[in-house]
Every structure is written in C-alpha cells, then in structure tokens.
C-alpha cells in the first residue's frame, strides 16, 4: 500500500529530514507537511526557512510535498483542516511524525489522527522523536480504545489470579470457571482486549501489556 506521512514542522528540519530518513521514503510517498506562520518575525522566519530546506530536501529524492497551514491559534479550526487533509488520504497507508512545531499544533494533529481514526475505524503509525534524536516511541491510533466493563473484568482476573503470561488454554479454562461464561465468549473477549493492545499473545502465551497495566491502574 502507498503511503501519506503526515509531519509537523518547527525550527529544526534536520528533526523532521532524519526521521523521513529513517523509515526509508519511497517515490509513490507523499509528505504532508503541518505548520503555522503565525507567531513572531523571528517564528515566522526559522520556521519558512525550515520549509525551504524540507522542501529542497524533498525535491532532490524526488518525493511530491502538500503543504498544510493550519493557524495555530483557532484549534478546532486547525484540527478540522487536517481531519480534511487526512480524508483525501484515507485509500493509503498513513503514518505521522510529531517531531517539531508548537505544542498547539503537535497537539492539533495528534487529536486530528484520533479523530480520523476513530471515524474511519482503522489505525495510524505515529512517531514521536525527543529534539536531541536520543528518544523516539512508536504509537498507534486511537491511542486510548473504548474498554467495555467487561473486558476490564477479564483482565483485572488474568491480573489477580496470576494468569498472566500463562498458555492461552489454560488460561480460558480458568477465565471459564471463574466466571461461568463459555468458551466462546471468553476467546471472543481475549480477541477483542488483544485488538485494542491491552494483552498481546506471544508463543501461545497470554501477557498483559504496559497499557493494559495503565487501565489497572498499576
């Protein structure tokens, strides 16, 4: 599948060319790039010039840029228009790069996924890279799932009953017991809470990941 990234933009280019770097760009990619010239001179002018070495950088490897202007001082305003951007890309791959910018518009992009994502019931790649390069994480959208009751009570159990990290039949044998429920409902709920991230099953083994130890408040 060809691939839109979505990248926000502040002072720094070399932030924003190091990560395109990284996931090594393709000529059918196309790099959306989100910024404000609002501000002062001084943020007008560091962030026009990293448009333009962005841009030459884009040039010489031969991959086509949209511009996204958002304002940066009306925030649903701003989250609307890259929603929209977003919409004309919805046929391809996406991935988002928050890696500079003001916190208004990091912020604007990253509720502008999760607002696509969520209508569109599909995920998105984001990457998020510390200034210095040193840290960088990788998240998927929605960020936060929607946790039925539930589901929560069928991993608080794998939680208090020392089934983590156990056999998956095993497992379901225990969840089976405890709770009277079937099989199938019980391979249904370890289907779905493993969808939203919050086990994940490794070797047959069942493991409760660190967002599913968030929502238990570990």
Same mark, same amino acid.
């Given at each position: 599948? $060809?691939?839109?990234? #979505? ?8 932030? !924003? /060319? ?12 196309? +790099? ?10 001084? $943020?007008?002018?560091?962030? $026009?010039?990293?448009? %333009?070495? +962005? ?22 305003? &701003? ?7 977003? &919409? =004309?890309?919805?046929? %391809? ?8 910018? /003001?916190? /208004?518009? +990091? ?8 607002? #696509? $994502? ?25 960020? !936060? ?6 589901? +929560? ?8 009953? &020392?089934?983590?990290?156990?056999? %998956?039949?095993?497992? !379901?044998?225990?969840?089976?017991? /405890?709770?009277?429920?079937? =099989? @199938? ?29 968030? @929502?238990?408040?570990?």
């Amino acid at each position: 599948m $060809s691939r839109v990234i #979505f990248t926000t933009i502040g002072f720094e280019p070399g932030l !924003v /060319m190091r990560s395109l770097t990284r996931i090594g760009l393709k000529e059918d990619d196309k +790099i959306v790039l989100i910024y404000t010239l609002s501000g002062d001179k001084y $943020s007008r002018e560091k962030t $026009s010039e990293a448009l %333009r070495a +962005i841009k030459e950088f884009l040039k010489t490897i031969g991959v086509e840029n949209i511009d996204c202007e958002i304002s940066g001082t009306s925030f649903y305003d &701003d989250v609307k228009k890259i929603v929209k951007v977003l &919409d =004309q890309y919805k046929d %391809r791959e996406i991935i988002a790069f928050l890696v500079g910018g /003001m916190r /208004m518009i +990091i912020l604007a992009t990253l509720y502008a996924l999760e607002i #696509f $994502s969520r209508l569109n019931k599909r995920r998105t790649k984001i990457h998020v890279m510390r200034e210095d390069g040193l840290y960088e994480i990788f998240l998927l959208t929605p960020l !936060v799932p929607i946790i039925g009751k539930g589901e +929560i009570n069928i991993l608080r159990l794998l939680k208090e009953h &020392d089934l983590n990290n156990k056999k %998956r039949s095993e497992v !379901v044998k225990k969840l089976v017991e /405890m709770t009277g429920l079937t =099989q @199938f409902s019980i391979r249904k709920t370890l289907y779905n809470i493993e969808k939203k991230n919050l086990i994940k099953i490794e070797d047959g083994n069942i493991k409760i990941t660190e967002l599913g130890e968030l @929502f238990l408040g570990e």
